[in-house]
């Protein structure tokens, strides 16, 4: 099932406002995980988790390191579910 | 050069009777009981079906995203320490010569019992990343120094229910030996979960007064049948005297020893003659320098067991010869429950308050005080200590022989 762009970034905002505590109104495509959101590596690997099950997709440990932004995540999702 | 004198200027705590010190001294000096029915469905898997919960969850106290990265050790002693830092007066200090003492029993054991859980259901995925940060023993400690940037060391002395005792004895030496000016030290523990509890009782040290949980812990009642599990935590600021006199820190008393034992008779039961009890209290009126006469209140180990309760009353008698009759000893186990490697520490927390305010706690459901029992046992109500110079002892003891007991004076 196709997902949208703005469901995913919705999505990743509630889950990164779970598990790293960051507001939802903080979170946009352009900031990076880690240095503009403080997602420590820990942190990261919940959030991923939690995308995969709510998104219904597979996000491999080598492709994480490649996510460094929300829209970095957001594209990959939205391609991966399509 | 003489040695550096140590003294408490804060305490923090969250126990079965309160979420923090003044609550949970003003229930302990009231006589209440901390003891409840277990809500969880699993407690009918289980011969005992009550414990001590903390007076107020850590939910109340902390930010829930804190929490979720924290086994409950760790967010009790995160909850202590931040009380008894502030009490302390949050001072600002050379974090190089600050340090963390901070004791578990036996560590995350929640955490590791349900992310086998996860494992079994969701796999390894299904496994947190903060596992192992939150199961393991040094857990408490090691956020505590975080928090603080706590850069003289931070450790975890293991030693079943003396754990607590035994690290605050060695921030004791940590500040004695130069190591550090100031120390937040202390012990925790959160394993109210159907596991530990089935282990406990299997070995029948649980008390199973179902129909009367309030009444289950009763040390020194001829009765009494058992511990009863509680959870939570004590934390002591300990801090070098000339460091605090400096600063102008409020200071409630000075820790002036420690003794330190070990039975080498049975890795759970106690060593009936005591004696390994015996030489601890002697090492610790050594190491303090005082004598058995400047003693005027000991906070006991008495859990509440057949064994446990008379091996150490016997023990007090032997050490303190006569002068155990001018000694008021208190069980408060009889209302906090048994806090396995908190234990110590929220006892240590209740001896400097008992110098500070000059009272005994009670020991609460001494129905008929177990004839074999010579102390001289404070029941029922709160009793008045001396004034002048006064000291107190603090005793611990774990499975595997372990025995501390700390020595408290008015300054």
Not at chain 1, 58 to 74: C, F, H, R, S
Not at chain 2, 246 to 270: F, M, N, T, W
Not at chain 2, 364 to 382: K, M, Q, S, Y
Request: proline residues 4%.
């Amino acid at each position: 099932m196709a997902l949208s762009a703005a469901d995913v970034l919705a999505g990743i905002k509630e889950i990164v406002e779970e598990v790293a505590g960051i507001p939802a109104a903080s979170i946009e495509l352009d900031k990076n995980f880690t240095d503009d959101l403080e997602v420590d590596s820990l942190s990261m690997v919940e959030v991923v988790v939690a995308c995969e099950e709510r998104f219904g997709v597979k996000i491999p440990d080598e492709k994480v390191t490649d996510l460094a932004t929300v829209g970095d995540a957001v594209n990959f999702i939205v391609n991966a579910a399509a | 050069m003489s040695q550096r004198r140590v003294v408490v200027t804060g305490l923090g705590a969250t126990t079965p009777l309160g979420g923090d010190v003044a609550s949970t001294w003003a229930a302990l000096i009231a006589g209440k009981s901390g003891v409840r029915l277990l809500t969880e469905d699993w407690r009918e898997l289980l011969p005992v079906h009550f414990a001590a919960r903390v007076a107020i969850e850590p939910a109340d106290q902390m930010e829930r995203v804190e929490m979720r990265r924290l086994d409950r050790s760790e967010q009790f002693a995160l909850v202590a320490s931040r009380e008894a830092w502030k009490d302390a007066g949050a001072p600002d200090v050379d974090k190089e010569r600050l340090g963390v003492v901070i004791a578990s029993g036996i560590g995350g054991v929640i955490t590791l019992l349900d992310q086998f859980d996860n494992l079994k259901e969701k796999g390894a995925r299904g496994v947190s990343p903060h596992t192992v940060p939150m199961l393991m023993p040094n857990g408490p400690a090691a956020n505590v120094g975080l928090e603080l940037q706590a850069r003289a060391g931070v450790h975890t002395p293991v030693s079943a229910c003396a754990s607590g005792a035994e690290a605050i004895g060695y921030a004791l030496e940590m500040i004695r030996t130069n190591r550090a000016d100031i120390i937040v030290s202390g012990g925790v523990e959160a394993a109210i979960h159907q596991l530990p509890m089935a282990g406990f009782a299997a070995m029948k040290a649980l008390s199973t007064r179902n129909d009367a949980p309030e009444r289950a812990s009763r040390p020194y009642d001829a009765d009494r049948d058992g511990f009863v599990l509680g959870e939570g935590g004590g934390v002591l600021v300990l801090e070098e005297y000339e460091h605090a006199k400096a600063r102008g820190a409020k200071i409630y008393c000075e820790l002036v020893g420690q003794g330190l034992s070990s039975d080498g008779y049975h890795i759970a039961a106690p060593d009936p003659d005591g004696s390994g009890v015996q030489r601890a209290i002697k090492f610790a009126l050594a190491n303090a320098n005082l004598s058995t006469k400047d003693i005027v209140h000991l906070n006991a180990h008495a859990t509440s067991t057949p064994a446990g309760d008379v091996a150490e009353a016997n023990a007090l008698r032997l050490a303190l010869g006569k002068d155990a009759d001018h000694v008021a000893v208190s069980a408060t186990k009889s209302m906090t429950g048994h806090l396995l490697g908190g234990a110590g520490a929220i006892e240590s927390v209740f001896i400097v308050k008992a110098l500070q305010e000059r009272l005994a706690p009670p020991t609460i459901n001494i129905e008929n005080l177990d004839p074999a029992v010579t102390i001289d046992v404070v029941r029922d109500t709160a009793r008045s200590l001396p004034s002048g110079q006064i000291a107190a002892l603090n005793d611990s003891f774990g499975f595997g022989g372990h025995n501390v007991v700390l020595a408290f004076a008015t300054l």
